[in-house]
């Protein structure tokens, strides 16, 4: 109500906030918070603004009277409690969105804890899981030698019992020719290497261990 009652009696004066800080030496930012009710002028500066707008007090506060009071009226006294008032109710607002703010900030706080400990679960499931896989996968080992212009040339690859490349090197001749690393599927690549021999007056000798290997390096 206060801060209401600032604005609409700054507003008939034809005053802006910035002219009603400098009547009172205040600055533009106080008047603001008055009329905001973020906070309120005390009980010198209400008479200030009193004699400014020419209204009582008490009608700054809300209070309908008869008359002005003065600073001699025994009604002062309960201006002043009315403005002991405000100001706890400003002090409790202000700790209420504190205690709002800390809430929000604890609450966001667990929020992100708890998605990087799920992201964690999630990475060591992944890596649990592809160890579990990795140590019931069979690898094995085909050697490939090739023949052209009287050139022989040799090349060796490990895969897995999908198929699926996971060790490969040779000679460069097949490497540049062939663009071996492009390929992750074993039989694609093995398909590649005798096509390209063929195709140009070459052999392979292709020779699968069908023995499982011990490791990928063996």
Request: glycine residues 6%.
């Amino acid at each position: 109500m206060l801060g209401e009652n600032i604005k609409i009696l700054r507003k008939q004066k034809g005053y802006s906030q910035e002219t009603l800080a400098q009547q009172l030496n205040v600055v533009r930012q106080t008047v603001s918070k008055w009329e905001k009710g973020i906070s309120v002028p005390d009980a010198e500066m209400l008479n200030s603004l009193s004699e400014l707008f020419e209204v009582p007090v008490s009608m700054l506060l809300g209070s309908k009277v008869e008359e002005p009071a003065t600073e001699s009226d025994p009604r002062m006294e309960e201006i002043a409690k009315q403005l002991a008032i405000l100001n706890e109710q400003l002090a409790n607002q202000a700790n209420r969105k504190r205690k709002t703010g800390k809430r929000i900030i604890t609450i966001i706080a667990c929020v992100i804890v708890g998605f990087i400990l799920l992201c964690f679960l999630y990475i060591g499931a992944i890596i649990l899981l592809r160890y579990h896989e990795a140590s019931n996968t069979n690898y094995y080992k085909t050697v490939i030698q090739c023949e052209i212009n009287g050139e022989t040339y040799g090349y060796e690859m490990i895969y897995d019992d999908n198929f699926r490349i996971h060790a490969e090197g040779g000679d460069a001749f097949i490497i540049d020719h062939i663009s071996t690393t492009q390929y992750d599927d074993y039989n694609e690549e093995i398909a590649h290497i005798e096509d390209y021999f063929n195709d140009h007056g070459g052999t392979c000798t292709i020779t699968v261990d069908r023995e499982p290997v011990a490791s990928i390096n063996d």
